[in-house]
């Protein structure tokens, strides 16, 4: 099966002035999302990720390298009627009202359905993204985040295989954005996949399988959350049964106080924490005090701590 997106050295330009100067925006960017993935995509701003996103949707051609949808060239009409698509900044009718501007887009999207089955569609999404009660108020009247819950609503016209979401949570409340990752969360159920640009990265890290970060256009890490916000070069030890005062037990402290480590006691345990490089010869050091190690862990870092590791600098 065709991974739902496929960058391949994907790199994209633009060019300004007389001259026709090139200003490179993304370069050579090669990753894939999988059917059924909610994939996060991270970056500083101007780090290439919505230069990408408009690549992906035919917007813009790259200048080298490909993209691609369910295998076909980005941009391909039938890989298209495929996608919801909700970009960063949109702009609706201010005239039309909430279910007004739904029927529009199912007529643009070539969605056949009776006057039943229009309202029926109209309503069901509404309810989704918790604008039922507005469904008759002009657009020209909502807030930032009520815009933001039409424009997932328009983006889940079509139930899409695919939706594309250029910060989705963007002007909306904790209680807004919860709503948003549960939304998400239940289209993975359903077997589809979601593409996800957001600088809020708890968000990300609650929804997402896997993320790309990009910075300065160049692919930094692709990765589980997991294997991403895995530091391998710190352990941490739980011991228990240390004889506290003891002469074997100072000499492991000091031990591990040269070694660069740290020694914490909770209760009738102690923690460490030290340098992976050092974790066999602490366990034989443990060991031989007759103590016992209860657990034993590489540490994890949070999103927010390797994203500004990778993108620090920026």
């Known amino acids: 099966m065709a991974p739902v997106i ?23 960017v090669s990753f894939q999302v999988q059917v059924g993935e909610v994939f996060g995509f ?5 780090a290439g990720k919505t230069t990408s996103i408009h690549v992906l949707m035919g917007f813009l051609f790259p200048t080298g390298g490909s993209a691609r949808l369910f295998g076909l060239p ?29 029927r529009f887009h199912r007529r643009l999207a070539g969605i056949k359905v009776d006057a039943a089955g229009e309202e029926r569609l ?48 963007s002007g909306l409340d904790p209680l807004g954005r919860k709503e948003v990752r549960e939304l998400i969360l239940e289209l993975k159920k359903r077997g589809k996949s979601v593409f996800l ?3 809020l990265l708890p968000e990300i890290e609650l929804v997402c399988d896997r993320v790309a970060v990009i910075d300065k256009g160049s692919l930094k890490h692709v990765g589980t959350i997991a294997e991403l916000s895995s530091d391998a070069s710190l352990v ?26 740290e020694v914490a006691s909770q209760g009738n345990q102690v923690k460490v924490v030290i340098a ?32 500004l590791r990778l993108v620090g600098n920026s």
């Open 6 to 28: 496929e960058f391949d050295n994907l790199s994209a330009s633009y060019f300004a002035g007389l001259v026709r100067r090139e200003t490179p925006a993304v370069r050579s």
């Open 42 to 46: 991270l970056g500083p701003n101007g």
């Open 74 to 102: 980005a941009g391909d009409q039938e890989a298209r009627r495929r996608v919801g698509f909700l970009p960063e900044n949109f702009a609706f009718h201010r005239f039309l009202t909430a279910s007004g501007l739904l």
């Open 122 to 169: 109209v309503q069901d999404l509404l309810r989704r993204v918790k604008l039922e009660a507005q469904s008759k108020v002009r657009i020209g009247r909502f807030s930032r985040g009520m815009l933001q819950r039409i424009g997932l609503a328009q983006a889940l016209l079509g139930d899409p295989d695919l939706l594309v979401l250029d910060e989705p949570t």
């Open 197 to 199: 640009s957001s600088h």
């Open 236 to 261: 941490e030890l739980v011991i228990s049964g240390l004889p506290l005062g003891e002469p074997a037990a100072e000499e492991l402290r000091a031990w591990i106080a040269a070694a660069g480590g």
């Open 276 to 307: 992976a490089a050092h974790k066999r010869a602490v366990l034989e050091k443990v060991w031989a005090c007759g103590a016992d190690v209860k657990s034993l862990n590489p540490l994890r870092s949070s999103l927010e701590e390797l994203f």
